[in-house]
């Protein structure tokens, strides 16, 4: 049981290139999350898909798509890098929690990728 | 929009002490989190608190959600060099989840 994967795990781009971060979970979970983590701002939530065929934007969308290909797999990609896009990212799953209570997850995170954009 | 405040934001204390880290909110959330973080790693989660009032204890480490779950604590008894990491508190609204920016401490051995 992996849980959940990132590929790259550190990624060097030039302003202008894409790329495409990729995410995978083996909990069989059904919503998963891409995050970054920028110092002082702790984690924001770029875009989630609560369930396979749904994505909605976070709090700080611009500049990245999504696509959450199956169950197992959400990915992020970046169509035109820009140096503010420099950051570490964080893929998540979330699972519900049996716990009588209505409406409560608890979220797993996959390792990170380290991007910088020169 | 910030809706979790940490504190202290920095801790730095000797092999043995006790310490207290705070999450507050004027929000009330499903359920609360707590993850460690180390360097160069991702979150990996603590505990999941979802009563209000509840108290979960890890060995040495005891969390609390606040009676309105709105806020929470954790507490370190008799601190050891591997407590040392970034914690992190996440407040949970259905599938969403919002977070602290985080408290970094440091045990010195």
């Known amino acids: 049981n992996a849980g959940v994967t990132q590929t790259p795990k550190f990624q060097v781009l030039k302003t202008g290139q894409s790329m495409t971060l990729q995410c995978a979970q083996d909990?069989?979970?059904?919503?998963m999350y891409w995050y970054r983590q920028d110092p002082g701002m702790g984690l924001r939530l770029i875009y989630y898909?609560?369930?396979?065929?749904?994505?909605d934007k976070g709090e700080v969308p611009n500049g990245y798509n999504v696509s959450r290909l199956n169950k197992r797999e959400f990915s992020l990609r970046l169509e035109s890098a820009a140096p503010s896009q420099t950051s570490v990212y964080f893929c998540?799953?979330?699972?519900?929690?049996?716990?009588?209570?209505?409406?409560?997850?608890?979220?797993?995170f996959g390792p990170g990728t380290r991007l910088t954009v020169t | 929009t910030q809706l979790l405040e940490q504190s202290p934001q920095f801790l730095s204390i000797q092999e043995g002490e006790n310490l207290t880290v705070y999450c507050n909110s004027s929000?009330?959330?499903?359920?609360l989190q707590w993850y460690r973080q180390e360097p160069g790693e991702g979150p990996v989660l603590l505990v999941t608190v979802v009563t209000g009032g509840e108290v979960k204890k890890l060995k040495r480490l005891t969390f609390q959600f606040g009676d309105a779950r709105k806020d929470s604590s954790l507490h370190i008894t008799a601190a050891q060099p591997g407590d040392t990491g970034l914690y992190l508190c996440?407040?949970?609204?259905?599938?969403?989840?919002?977070f602290g920016t985080g408290t970094s401490l440091t045990v010195i051995p």
């Open positions: 998540a799953s979330s699972k519900e929690l049996a716990s009588g209570m209505s409406s409560s997850y608890e979220q797993y």
């Open positions: 909990m069989n979970h059904n919503s």
């Open positions: 898909s609560a369930s396979e065929g749904t994505t």
């Open positions: 929000s009330v959330f499903s359920s």
């Open positions: 996440a407040g949970g609204a259905g599938n969403q989840f919002y």
